[in-house]
């Protein structure tokens, strides 16, 4: 008896580890977010019912999930404004879809607005590698009016990336892929989905924009799980311990959203102190 429970005091001390070593992992963080300001809208006015305007806002860096909708009706016409949000910031990463419409029976006398925006200020301790992952799309509307974008500008201003759609009256999208080193600093990613509003006597303000994208920022060692600048036993453990979960970032090294057999492949290849 006394064998068995050794091994079982083994076992617990081993899983208790594993599990201080996914803690300390996840708290290990590649983005430190300064600010941010991430919020949906909608408003309508007519002749019928005035102004109406609906929004919703996220709480500080907690995860935001968010959908507000205005509507009116003026004699035989209706209209209605729907904008919503998902967004999350991670320790190595942040996602959001972002949505904006406007629908009815072409509802020529509802000026309408709609929009959702992203907007977040980090910083980056270190050179990092970037990773993002995404579409924008607009569908309808007259030219101009409706407008979907992702960017991201890095210290001083400057233009890492950006990418537009502007609706012509028809459906568009753009799949984004980005990838690149960044070098320690202060970032701000920025995206919207935006239906502006319609003249009513010129244009129907009928259509939708969206943005989606995954953003994955990983230090020049993501194999480095503990963070003590070495790939080693107590980062394997940190690996084993996730094993078969789906997180963004390390430690799916792959980026195959799961832990599995590659990862641990890859990890073993990086073995030892980090560049």
Known sequence: MRPQASTMNAASVFA???MLLVCGAAAARTIIPIDQDRWIQTAMWSECESFTTDSDAAKGFSPFNGLVQTMQQCDDIFGLATA?????IGASSMTAFGSAAS?????TEIQTVAASVFEVTFEL?????LALDGVISVDGGPPNLITALIRLTGPGDQMI????LVGTGGPDSQVIEEAGVLEPGEYTLYAYADFSWANPIDVIPLGEAFF?????VAGPCPADLDGDSSVGILDLLALLAAWGTDPVGPPDLDGDGTVGILD????LANWGPCP
Do not use: I, M, Y
């Not at 641990?264 to 990890?267: R, S």
């Open 16 to 18: 208790a580890s594993a």
């Open 125 to 129: 301790p270190a050179a990092s590698n």
């Open 212 to 216: 989606d994208f995954t953003f994955v």
């Open 161 to 164: 990336f950006e990418h537009t």
């Open 264 to 267: 641990l492949l890859t990890l």
């Open 84 to 88: 919503s949000q998902r967004s999350e």
């Open 103 to 107: 629908e009815g029976e072409s509802p």
